[in-house]
């Protein structure tokens, strides 16, 4: 079969893959390395915690980070506690009225710009091995061999050094934040041993793939406490955060540190055997955790085998077109990572409202849902007291989402994120899709007072123009592009279908509570101003000029690809116009800067181009030049999506989304 129609013949594909050929399958895919990558290393986790190791299968010569959903830190503000600044945002022009917004105000960059940076998310420390003599290289080890088998999670290293193989295995706990390490070798009897180093944030917004300082040793502390000949536990206090990191191990060894004017610690061994087992776990708790070996490895087993074998799968392997092979790896590769890093680095760490729907969304559309259900509707419950104070000092009814949120709802300051719109609806797309899958009263009772707060809001930031006898979204707000003057933006095509859409499924939801809906919701959902068009094409916004004369408009996200692409038909109101779909995915091809474009932008226009029945299109999108992946799967570069968002991943989960349809 050619890919072509397999990919449109991929949602009513029914016929089961066997778990037999989804093992041939996966690991076929197990990515393999001979020497380290400069930008990415090999990663074993959870979604909850992540290891990232070098071609030792540790942190020896790369220090790739350690990073936990607990582990987060804030810096101590300059001149006293945060809470005393009175942060005031900033007042703009709304309806006539003025509204307060969380954007930087110049009288207060120092707090904007504190809020922004914290809590931000730590590399929580750095493991490597010590071979008991100064200046070792990379290159001073010779048959250095790498397999990530992505069936069990387990990562196997080997090289030589001074003569003697050392063979590593790597393994992450899939229910703790818990590596567990098995070393062979001769050397462990001559000295080889471990080191652990532990890092200072950084005020970096991206800072990947190295994360902290190791040389602002003297901003924060470390103090070790030997618990038993078998384990230690390694306190590390920054600012207003401490956490531990218990190490233990099976075998004769000593914990001993720092060394000066570091907080390098060492732990050696004095081995009569040729094996040692390590596990290590950094824990906000000072209470040591009981994980072995050998459970750790039983777990990972199990739980990426369960991964792979529920939920939906894609066997391209019968396919002769020779776009197959290529769209397979992608495919295998960005689940595995999309499942290991769920916690993003991005933003300084924070939860990302907007992109929740990209990063979590493709584990419901992989029938994946006890990952999804890790964090929604839970995060959204969090957030809600917060949403609600949000909308109510700008005078709205409901809840209104933040952009980069830390774990209280506060929302990082910064025009973009308090203008954008389109993550409100965003809990109506998660609700309808997981209603869908599970169509009983426990699903429309999870998700009702987040789905309820979202449309108050929404119903209430429609403004009901007079003169043109419509509810007009905006301004001032930056629609999905962000390239517009949010003075002046006003009715964006793709925020209007959205509010449509969430308002449809707000409504519907009461109806299937067999609940009274709000007259408002309907009203508002009714007399949404209509998708602004121009000569037969959908545009970002009502009154934009130059569209397709001008090339300030043909570049950032292309949201009209999202009408199609990402909502389903309206189930209400006026259809939309296929052939001005049509013709505005042909403007889209013909037009759009994509080396301006962002990874989850590809996975967009190849839903709308396979919806639109040109699947030819969709894989050329989802294959783009400058949509590429390296070799354990992260992406490269070209467009916006670039490596430096690792470890979140997102433009593989999107990546991903893009070969099922949307709603
Ligand atoms: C929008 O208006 C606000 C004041 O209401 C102003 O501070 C801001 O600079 C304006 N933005 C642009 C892009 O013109
Ligand atoms: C400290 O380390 C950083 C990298 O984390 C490096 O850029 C910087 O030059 C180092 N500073 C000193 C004084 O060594
Ligand atoms: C921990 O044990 C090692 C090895 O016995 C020793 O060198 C070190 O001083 C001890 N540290 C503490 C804090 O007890
Ligand atoms: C480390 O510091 C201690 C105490 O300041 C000192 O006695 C010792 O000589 C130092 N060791 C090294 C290797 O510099
Ligand atoms: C609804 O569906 C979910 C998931 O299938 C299930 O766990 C739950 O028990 C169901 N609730 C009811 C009331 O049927
Ligand atoms: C009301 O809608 C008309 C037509 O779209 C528009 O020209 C006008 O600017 C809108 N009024 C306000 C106050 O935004
Ligand atoms: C638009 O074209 C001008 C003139 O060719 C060029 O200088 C500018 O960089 C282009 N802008 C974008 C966003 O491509």
């Not at 009513?12 to 050929?21: D, I, L």
């Not at 020497?35 to 540790?58: E, H, M, R, Y």
């Not at 931000?120 to 750095?126: D, E, P, T």
């Not at 894609?314 to 992608?330: E, G, N």
Request: with cysteine.
């Amino acid at each position: 079969m050619r890919v072509l129609p397999l990919l449109l013949a991929l949602s009513s594909a029914t016929e089961a893959v066997s778990v037999g050929q989804r093992r041939k399958v996966v690991r076929s895919f197990n990515v393999r390395r001979t020497k380290n990558s400069d930008s990415t290393p090999l990663q074993v986790g959870n979604g909850n915690f992540a290891f990232g190791a070098d071609i030792t299968g540790l942190q020896t010569f790369k220090p790739y980070a350690i990073m936990s959903h607990m582990g987060l830190a804030e810096f101590q503000p300059a001149n006293g506690p945060w809470t005393d600044f009175h942060y005031t945002g900033l007042q703009m022009w709304t309806h006539g009225r003025l509204v307060t917004y969380e954007v930087p105000n110049s009288a207060q960059n120092d707090i904007s710009n504190w809020l922004r940076e914290n809590p931000h998310r730590l590399n929580l420390a750095n493991v490597g091995f010590d071979f008991g003599r100064q200046g070792v290289t990379e290159d001073d080890l010779q048959h250095k061999s790498q397999t990530l088998d992505l069936w069990t999670g387990r990562l196997s290293s080997s090289f030589v050094y001074d003569g003697s193989p050392v063979k590593v295995e790597t393994w992450a706990d899939p229910d703790s934040d818990t590596i567990a390490v098995s070393i062979n070798s001769k050397l462990l009897k001559r000295g080889l041993g471990l080191f652990f180093d532990f890092p200072y944030p950084d005020k970096e917004k991206f800072n990947a793939p190295f994360v902290g300082h190791f040389n602002l040793t003297s901003k924060h502390s470390t103090l070790l406490d030997n618990l038993s000949s078998n384990s230690a536990r390694i306190k590390h206090a920054l600012d207003a955060t401490t956490y531990y990191t218990h190490v233990s191990w099976r075998g004769q060894g000593k914990m001993s540190g720092p060394t000066n004017g570091t907080h390098r610690y060492t732990f050696t061994t004095s081995q009569t055997s040729t094996q040692l087992i390590v596990t290590l776990s950094p824990s906000p708790n000072a209470q040591e955790r009981t994980i072995t070996y050998s459970g750790v490895t039983t777990a990972s087993r199990t739980w990426w085998q369960t991964f792979w074998t529920t939920g939906a799968f894609i066997d391209l392997t019968s396919v002769t077109d020779p776009r197959a092979h290529l769209l397979q790896l992608r495919i295998i590769l960005s689940q595995y990572l999309t499942a290991i890093n769920s916690a993003s680095n991005g933003w300084h760490g924070k939860f990302h409202l907007e992109m929740t729907l990209w990063h979590t969304l493709p584990f419901a559309r992989w029938n994946r849902f006890p990952l999804l259900w890790r964090s929604q509707p839970a995060t959204y419950e969090q957030f809600l007291p917060s949403a609600v104070a949000r909308a109510r000092m700008q005078g709205y009814g409901g809840a209104r989402w933040g952009k980069m949120s830390d774990p209280s709802g506060r929302s990082a300051p910064g025009e973009i994120n308090a203008l954008l719109i389109w993550q409100q609806p965003h809990p109506m797309y998660f609700a309808e899709v997981e209603y869908r899958a599970h169509p009983n009263v426990s699903t429309l009772r999870r998700w009702d007072g987040v789905v309820s707060a979202a449309a108050e809001f929404m119903a209430s930031y429609a403004w009901w123009n007079q003169s043109s006898g419509v509810y007009d979204l905006g301004p001032p707000m930056y629609p999905v592009s962000e390239n517009t003057n949010p003075n002046c933006t006003r009715n964006p095509t793709f925020e209007l279908a959205y509010w449509r859409f969430g308002l449809e499924v707000a409504v519907r939801w009461k109806e299937r509570l067999g609940e009274a809906v709000p007259a408002e919701w309907v009203a508002v959902r009714d007399r949404l101003a209509p998708l602004p068009m121009v000569d037969g094409t959908y545009v970002v916004y009502e009154g934009i000029e130059g569209m397709w004369t001008s090339n300030a408009t043909t570049n950032g996200h292309p949201a009209m690809a999202g009408l199609y692409g990402l909502l389903p038909p309206p189930a209400s109101g006026k259809p939309l116009d296929t052939e001005a779909l049509k013709k505005t995915a042909a403007k889209i091809r013909e037009l759009w800067a994509l080396k301006y474009s962002y990874g989850w932008d590809f996975a967009m226009l190849a839903m709308n181009s396979l919806r639109l029945g040109d699947p030819e299109q969709a894989v050329e999108y989802l294959l783009h030049p400058i949509f590429q992946f390296d070799d354990a799967g992260y992406p490269v570069g070209g467009s916006r999506g670039k490596t430096g968002h690792w470890p979140t991943s997102w433009e593989k989960d999107v990546q991903v989304g893009g070969f099922l349809p949307a709603l």
